[in-house]
T-cell receptor
């Protein structure tokens, strides 16, 4: 069973507009959420994170929103730029991972294409 | 560059051969993770070290896989008797808090 789901495999957005990437999770023990950006043949690059005690975190053009009751988070990119084109992964960690590892559980990713 | 590094970046091997990958984490990070990513999937957790102690292993880590982190610095991941199903990107990450920082990965192809 997939504990972190990104239901949109791809998203196309015009340059300058808002990109909204969505993520749903099922494990109520998750208490920390992260977004990563990945280019082909490279490792994931950390973008932004949010703790379950918050409902919003902002860093420049990137904002993450967390709705705990719906077990849903989203990443907003405003304004979108062609360099933002990549695969975006949602990840979660929580207290229930054994030995306090806080291992990350990832979604399958959403490929964002920003069209000039 | 003080990021996470991995070596080699690419490895092609024949089925049945042994392979070893190396990860050098960010120097002040005491927690180190290995993940595996296959096409169309997100990274999946393999194993975790706190300093030199291997504290958790995923059920994905069969007995053909072994990982070490001597002296709590670099780590190695060895796969014995490789199978075609082992073909994947192997990622290493390190952290000292919540955000994990990933290396560029080692792409393994088993022929």
């Amino acid at each position: 069973d997939q504990q972190v789901k990104q239901n949109s495999p791809s998203l196309s957005v015009q340059e300058g507009r808002i990109s909204i990437l969505n993520c749903d999770y099922t494990n109520s023990m998750f208490d920390y959420f992260l977004w990563y950006k990945k280019y082909p043949a490279e490792g994931p690059t950390f973008l932004i994170s949010i703790s379950s005690i918050k409902d919003k975190n902002e860093d420049g053009r990137f904002t993450v929103f967390l709705n705990k009751s719906a077990k849903h988070l989203s990443l907003h990119i405003v304004p979108s730029q062609p360099g933002d084109s990549a695969v975006y992964f949602c990840a979660a960690s929580g207290r229930d991972s054994g030995a306090g590892s806080y291992q990350l559980t990832f979604g399958k990713g959403t490929k964002l294409s920003v069209i000039p | 560059d003080t990021g996470v590094s991995q070596d080699p970046r690419h490895k092609i091997t024949k089925r049945g051969q042994n392979v070893t990958f190396r990860c050098d984490p960010i120097s002040e990070h005491n927690r180190l993770y290995w993940y595996r990513q296959t096409l169309g999937q997100g990274p999946e957790f393999l194993t975790y070290f706190q300093n030199e102690a291997q504290l958790e292993k995923s059920r994905l880590l069969s007995d053909r896989f072994s990982a070490e982190r001597p002296k709590g610095s670099f780590s190695t991941l060895e796969i014995q008797r490789t199978e075609q199903g082992d073909s994947a990107m192997y990622l290493c990450a390190s952290t000292d808090y919540n955000e994990q920082f990933f290396g560029p990965g080692t792409r393994l192809t088993v022929l």
